[in-house]
C-alpha cells in the first residue's frame, strides 16, 4: 500500500500559513479556556467521576467480602474469615484495599485521558476524600442494616483508609511510566 502525499498547494495550507483569514473576536480566548478546562479538569469532576464508579464497583466487592457487616453474598465472613485471623490492622487494610483497588484499575484504565492525568499527578487527595465519603457512607448503612457497626475498631479503620491513600498512590501515581496513551 502506498500513501498518497497531500496536495498542500490545493488544499488551502498556503492560505492558511499565510494567515489571510481573520480569527473572530473572542474565539482565541474561548479555545483557549476550553483546551485549559479539558486539560486541568476540576477537583469535584474528578471526585464525582471516581464516586459514581465506586458506587458500582464498591457495592460489587461486598458479594464477596464483608465491609462493617454489610455481604457477603450468601451470608458468612466471605474472604474476612481467612484475613481476620492476621488482626485487625491487616484485615482493614486487605479489606480497604480490595474496596479501592477496583476503583483504581477503572480510573487508570477507562477515565477520560484528561481525568487521567489529572489522577495521576495528584491521586492522595481525591482518593483520601473518596475514603472517607465511602466510610461514612458504609458506616451509615451498616447502622441502618444491622444496628451496629463491626469490625470499628481504631486498627481496622485506620487501615481501611490508609489502603485508600496507599493503593491509589501505587496503582496509579507511581504505576504509570511515561505517557499515557489513549
Known amino acids: 500500500m502506498t500513501r498518497r502525499k497531500l496536495n498542500r ?46 458506587i458500582i464497583l464498591g457495592a460489587l466487592t461486598l458479594l464477596v467480602c464483608p465491609q462493617f457487616g454489610i455481604g457477603p453474598l450468601g451470608g458468612g465472613d466471605g474472604l474476612m474469615g481467612w484475613v481476620e485471623s492476621y488482626g485487625h490492622l491487616i484485615c482493614g487494610t486487605y479489606c480497604g484495599s480490595i474496596f479501592v483497588g477496583l476503583n483504581v484499575l ?16 495528584e491521586p492522595m487527595l481525591p482518593f483520601g476524600v473518596l475514603g472517607v465519603i465511602s466510610f461514612s457512607l458504609i458506616v451509615m448503612v451498616s447502622l441502618m442494616w444491622n444496628g451496629i457497626v463491626p469490625h470499628l475498631h481504631a ?15 501505587v496503582g496509579l501515581r507511581l504505576g504509570f511510566r511515561g505517557r499515557v496513551s489513549e
Open 155 to 169: 486498627e481496622f479503620v485506620g487501615g481501611w483508609l490508609f489502603a485508600f491513600l496507599w493503593i491509589p498512590l
Open 9 to 54: 498547494e490545493g488544499s488551502g495550507y498556503s492560505e492558511f500559513l499565510s494567515g489571510s483569514e481573520v480569527v473572530p473576536e473572542g474565539l482565541h480566548e474561548r479555545v483557549r479556556a476550553e483546551l485549559e478546562a479539558r486539560m486541568k479538569p476540576s477537583f469535584f469532576r474528578i471526585l464525582f467521576s471516581i464516586l459514581k464508579a465506586q
Open 106 to 121: 477503572y480510573a487508570r484504565f477507562f477515565l477520560p485521558l484528561d481525568d487521567r492525568n489529572a489522577i495521576r499527578s
